[in-house]
Nanobody
Framework: QVQLVESGGGLVQAGGSLKLSCAASGGTFMTHSMGWFRQHPGEEREHVATISWRGRTIDYVDSVKGRFTISRDNAENTVYLEMKDLKPEDTAVYYC??????????????????WGQGTQVTVSS
């Protein structure tokens, strides 16, 4: 099973930017869609963005459209989440995840079977 390791989280002021990375190892990366999720304290995990295996299809939750950009580098087995104009409500633990099936577009969180350990993003007002 693939191992996913997120990095790039931290503390930033509102309006600032961060770029998260998720490095995959030990499994197939380039044939699987990848997603970013986040979990606010005391809440359920929510979908943030998904990118297809070749990067041709991308989807975002409405609250981050125009501010976040998901991308991937299949040569480096890495998926990224660039976050701009951050808001306090973006504060959460961010997780990357891999779709369980190759060449598949995931439609729900249950479609993802491999998860990273998460990286904390804190946005101060």
């Amino acid at each position: 099973q693939v191992q996913l390791v997120e990095s790039g989280g931290g503390l930033v002021q509102a309006g600032g930017s961060l770029k998260l990375s998720c490095a995959a190892s030990g499994g197939t990366f380039m044939t699987h869609s990848m997603g970013w999720f986040r979990q606010h304290p005391g809440e359920e995990r929510e979908h943030v963005a998904t990118i297809s295996w070749r990067g041709r299809t991308i989807d975002y939750v409405d609250s981050v459209k125009g501010r976040f950009t998901i991308s991937r580098d299949n040569a480096e087995n890495t998926v990224y989440l660039e976050m701009k104009d951050l808001k306090p409500e973006d504060t959460a633990v961010y997780y990357c995840a891999r779709d369980s099936n190759p060449f598949h577009w995931p439609t729900r969180s249950d479609d993802f079977d491999s998860w990273g350990q998460g990286t904390q993003v804190t946005v101060s007002s």
